[in-house]
């Protein structure tokens, strides 16, 4: 089972970054997943959520409006496009699948500075 994102970079306030999250070793169809950021120095926290069928999602209020998770289950993989960065949302940027155990990916560096 492995998760394994991409697509973070450096990008100037007000910009775009699309992430992507690729499954592989179990049926990704079947599960929600999850997009979590981890700032310097603060806890990990849910960024965004979409059901096993992409047919729900969930944001967080800071990211409402900015941000949109989706998947494409022909291709077992999970986006997150961010629209409007601003610097606080500078982190570390992980997907999770909940299985038996929670699976992580290892992460991708966003970082939003001029």
């Known amino acids: 089972v492995q998760l394994v994102e991409s697509g973070g970079g450096l990008v100037q306030p007000g910009g775009s970054l699309r992430l992507s999250c690729a499954a592989s070793?179990?049926?990704?169809?079947?599960?929600?997943m999850k997009w979590y950021r981890q700032a310097p120095g603060k806890e990990r926290e849910l960024v965004a959520t979409?059901?096993?069928?992409?047919?729900?999602?969930n944001y967080a209020d800071s990211v409402k409006g900015r941000f949109t998770i989706s998947r494409d289950n022909t291709k077992n993989t999970v986006y997150l496009q961010m629209n409007k960065l601003k610097p606080e949302d500078t982190a570390v940027y992980y997907c999770?699948?909940?299985?038996?155990?929670?699976?992580w990916g290892q992460g991708t560096q966003v970082t939003v500075s001029s």
């Open positions: 070793g179990f049926t990704f169809s079947n599960y929600a």
């Open positions: 999770q699948v909940a299985l038996r155990v929670v699976i």
């Open positions: 979409i059901t096993s069928a992409g047919r729900s999602t």
